[in-house]
């Protein structure tokens, strides 16, 4: 551990003086804008390949798939999102533990470590998993309660203005549906080594499963795209996003200036999280692991505040959420075009059709599959329904006296009061109207929500490059090392060019796991019915 935490660090801190003897001498441009000039190409050109648009309707391929996927799975399951949802409560609460987890379950035996859904280092199986509904629950939530509710809804209401929260919840609905049928399917098709070691996901149940209805050539092919995906994925929403989102706000809060600001604090971060992923230290995950949750209760009732604050205006607020979505403003590109950016952040918000919480989900402690596909269908509801609504509350309510003009400035930034802000930023500003200390706490439970999500997304991208590259030691350090090179990529490009990059990674996954799941949503309709079957003896 400590050869590898020196390896990273010798390789970072030259790289960093470097840097800033570079800017003593050259003024313009500093080592952020040449990164972000190398980086804007890229973005702009994987962007144009995920968002494709069907011709003569503006919309792109990926939002078609997703919202008829959700739809389809919705009217199948029979509404399951709906009427499943006081039976996902009472699995969270462990009213049928008695079905799912039979007594004498060797829970001691397990090794988990756990931090923000995902298991970091090892998962012990005694057959059925070994982590519980509401363990699965709690910190699958506490993971995808972050930057994207923070930064991600401030953004999708400054470019589409109110009307895109109401597309944003819509999207949460139906997306509940379809984290049932993947987290079911990953359950189902999870694969256990010799050594008791659980892997699962979309890799899996592509490859597993497809190969059962006899599409085994098809299977793999998707199971590997998804994989190098993922790893994308990771790279993208899982960490630039994270660092950029992170350094914006340090910069505001300190002060900082300079053409490598963004740059120094990726360098910090890549250290702290590389500490954590490369050498395993499982007190600091486990420290991270309880003040995220914590942090994610303090950000939701700081909304709750404002949005008291405000109690007599929620009329008028989602009144303007309504006629927003029916009614776009003009520059926006009309009402598919508000519909596109509530469900491109909504989507990136919950993660539902990307697949990637199916590779959390795999390691619960069941013998019905279908049991963790209920209760994952509350995340959406959570993070996208309830969180994001909060989220968008606050930033309406902030925007009532017209400080700033719905439309942004088509780099993922809006003008408040003369300067061109973030979505994170956005948002500080919006709570500080309100709760003049609570940017400080903002700023704080930023860095942890950063810091937390790209730990998780280090593993989901683990997962799928070894599942590309096998399971060895040398193939875990170099995934781990490029992982931490896009914690200071992102914390030095531009905010518009890492949130393009990092929506086109993200739903870039759609694709090949929306193809599974059309598939083999059979099997998850058998899997529901023998779990519906084995709880009616409970009651």
């Known amino acids: 551990m400590k050869q590898s935490f020196l390896s990273l660090f010798a390789t970072l801190l030259p790289i960093a003086i470097?840097?800033?003897?570079?800017?003593?001498?050259?003024?313009?441009?500093?080592?952020?804008?040449?990164?972000?000039?190398?980086?804007?190409?890229?973005?702009?050109?994987?962007?144009?390949?995920v968002f494709w648009e069907v011709p003569g309707t503006g919309v792109p391929l990926v939002v078609i798939v997703l919202v008829l996927g959700a739809t389809f799975f919705t009217l199948y399951f029979g509404f399951v999102n709906i009427r499943k949802f006081p039976l996902a409560l009472n699995v969270v609460r462990g009213k049928y533990d008695s079905v799912d987890m039979p007594e004498g379950h060797g829970v001691e035996k397990a090794e988990v470590n756990i931090v923000d859904g995902d298991i970091v280092d090892t998962i012990r199986d005694e057959g059925h998993g070994e982590v519980s509904h509401f363990q699965a629950l709690a910190t699958a939530v506490s993971g995808t309660v972050g930057l994207g509710n923070i930064a991600g809804v401030a953004l999708?209401?400054?470019?589409?203005?109110?009307?895109?929260?109401?597309?944003?919840?819509?999207?949460?609905?139906?997306?509940?549906?379809?984290?049932?049928?993947?987290?079911?399917?990953?359950?189902?098709?999870?694969?256990?080594?010799?050594?008791?070691?659980?892997?699962g996901g979309p890799m899996y149940y592509l490859s597993r499963g497809l190969n059962q209805r006899g599409y085994t050539g098809l299977g793999k092919a998707l199971?590997?795209?998804?994989?190098?995906?993922?790893?994308?994925?990771?790279?993208?929403?899982?960490?630039?996003?994270?660092?950029?989102?992170?350094?914006?706000?340090?910069?505001?809060?300190?002060?900082?200036?300079?053409?490598?600001?963004?740059?120094?604090?990726?360098?910090?971060?890549?250290?702290?999280?590389?500490?954590?992923?490369?050498?395993?230290?499982?007190?600091?995950?486990?420290?991270?692991?309880?003040i995220?949750?914590?942090?994610?209760?303090?950000?939701?009732?700081?909304?709750?505040?404002?949005?008291?604050?405000?109690?007599?205006?929620?009329?008028?607020?989602?009144?303007?959420?309504?006629?927003?979505?029916?009614?776009?403003?003009?520059?926006?590109g009309g009402l598919f075009g508000v519909l596109i950016v509530g469900f491109r952040r909504a989507v990136f918000s919950n993660e539902a059709g990307a697949g990637s919480?199916?590779?959390?989900?795999?390691?619960?402690?069941?013998?019905?599959?279908?049991?963790?596909?209920?209760?994952?269908?509350?995340e959406p509801f959570i993070d996208t329904v309830v969180i994001c609504?909060?989220?968008?509350?606050?930033?309406?309510?902030?925007?009532?006296?017209?400080?700033?003009?719905?439309?942004?400035?088509?780099?993922?930034?809006?003008?408040?009061?003369g300067m061109n802000v973030g979505?994170?930023?956005?948002?500080?500003?919006?709570?500080?109207?309100?709760i003049p200390w609570f940017p400080y706490v903002l700023t704080l439970a930023v860095v942890l929500f950063a810091v937390s999500t790209m730990i998780s997304w280090s593993y989901y991208g683990l997962q799928s490059w070894k599942y590309l590259f096998g399971r060895g030691k040398v193939a875990d350090l170099c995934y781990k090392f490029l992982f931490v090179a896009f914690i200071i990529i992102g914390a030095s490009a531009s905010m518009g060019a890492v949130f393009a990059f990092s929506d086109a990674m993200i739903l870039a996954l759609v694709f090949p796991n929306m193809i599974g799941l059309l598939i083999l949503f059979p099997r998850v309709k058998e899997e529901l019915n023998k779990y519906l079957d084995a709880i009616k003896t409970v009651g």
Not at 33 to 43: K, L, V
Not at 190 to 195: A, F, K, L, T, Y
Not at 237 to 253: D, F, P, R, T, Y
């Open 389 to 417: 609504t909060m989220t968008a509350l606050v930033i309406i309510f902030y925007n009532s006296g017209g400080i700033f003009a719905y439309g942004g400035d088509g780099a993922g930034q809006v003008v408040v009061e």
């Open 156 to 199: 999708a209401i400054a470019i589409g203005g109110p009307g895109a929260t109401f597309w944003m919840i819509v999207c949460g609905l139906l997306s509940m549906s379809t984290k049932f049928v993947e987290c079911t399917l990953g359950v189902k098709y999870r694969d256990v080594d010799e050594n008791g070691t659980v892997y």
């Open 223 to 290: 199971a590997v795209i998804f994989a190098i995906l993922c790893v994308g994925a990771s790279f993208g929403g899982g960490n630039a996003v994270q660092s950029n989102q992170a350094a914006e706000q340090l910069i505001a809060m300190m002060g900082m200036e300079g053409g490598s600001s963004g740059f120094i604090i990726g360098v910090v971060l890549a250290i702290l999280v590389g500490i954590v992923i490369i050498g395993g230290i499982k007190r600091i995950a486990s420290v991270t692991e309880k």
């Open 292 to 332: 995220v949750p914590f942090m994610a209760i303090i950000y939701a009732v700081a909304c709750l505040v404002v949005i008291f604050a405000n109690f007599s205006y929620i009329d008028d607020a989602f009144g303007l959420i309504f006629k927003g979505a029916f009614t776009p403003e003009a520059g926006l």
């Open 357 to 378: 919480a199916a590779i959390a989900h795999s390691a619960v402690r069941t013998k019905y599959p279908a049991s963790e596909g209920i209760v994952a269908l509350l």
């Open 423 to 434: 979505g994170v930023t956005l948002t500080s500003m919006a709570f500080e109207s309100v």
């Open 18 to 49: 470097f840097s800033q003897e570079q800017n003593v001498t050259t003024v313009e441009p500093g080592l952020d804008q040449r990164i972000n000039a190398w980086f804007e190409p890229i973005t702009a050109v994987w962007e144009g390949i």
